[in-house]
């Protein structure tokens, strides 16, 4: 029989005296992890940001060990590209770091997503022509925000050369970091 609940579903789970005294029963497995991903056009900032946001709202929390975040971009040109220096340094000062490289969404990744979002008008039409293979939810980062917001975050090379560059990644942060906690609120809902 396939038990189809999570693992902080489970009666009783809650009570720490449970864990104890049931630790034969209904192991934790790691096929009961929900799996957020985040998606942006080239992934090498606003996912990797969006990812280490959501992952530090998760820890320290009762869905710590039962939500692993990852992101991804959707521009296969832009694979295995180094992450945004400026957006690393950037986030950084805020406490999250990013390091490493950029990865291609392939069919696997969002086949196995519980929850996708999408955080660009890119990313939003990949899973529009990939549909047929997701299997979790999708959604965009916009419906997290007030009616009447832009519903993509900014793309941090998209802009003038008169706007002041520190100013144009604060506001993507924000705007990221506004999504994150709204879709933390919402994540009983979302994996029940």
């Known amino acids: ?3 189809t609940k ?8 809650s009570d720490p005296s ?3 005294n049931h630790s034969d029963r209904n192991s934790y497995k790691g096929t ?3 799996n957020i991903l985040f998606l942006s056009k080239r992934g090498m900032s606003r996912a990797p940001l969006a990812r280490e946001m959501m992952r530090e709202l998760v820890e320290g929390t ?3 060990g039962r939500v692993r975040t990852s992101s991804r971009g959707v521009t296969e040109a ?3 590209c180094p992450i945004d220096a400026r957006m690393s340094k950037f986030s950084s000062q805020m406490g999250f770091f990013l390091n490493g490289y950029s990865r291609f969404s392939t069919i696997p990744d969002i086949a196995n997503a519980d929850i996708i979002i999408s955080l660009d008008y890119e990313s939003e039409k990949f899973i529009q022509q990939n549909k047929s293979y997701i299997r979790g939810i999708a959604r965009p980062i916009g419906i997290f925000f007030t009616t009447g917001s ?3 975050i900014n793309d941090p090379y998209d802009r003038g050369d008169d706007e002041d560059v520190d100013e144009h990644y604060s506001e993507i942060a924000s705007s990221i970091q506004l999504g994150c906690s709204k879709l933390f609120k919402q994540l009983p809902a979302l994996i029940s």
């Open 150 to 152: 832009n519903p993509y």
């Open 32 to 34: 009961d992890l929900t």
């Open 1 to 3: 029989m396939n038990n």
């Open 18 to 20: 449970y864990l104890t």
């Open 78 to 80: 832009y694979d295995q």
């Open 6 to 13: 999570k693992p902080w579903e489970i009666t009783g789970a």
């Open 62 to 64: 009762h869905f710590f």
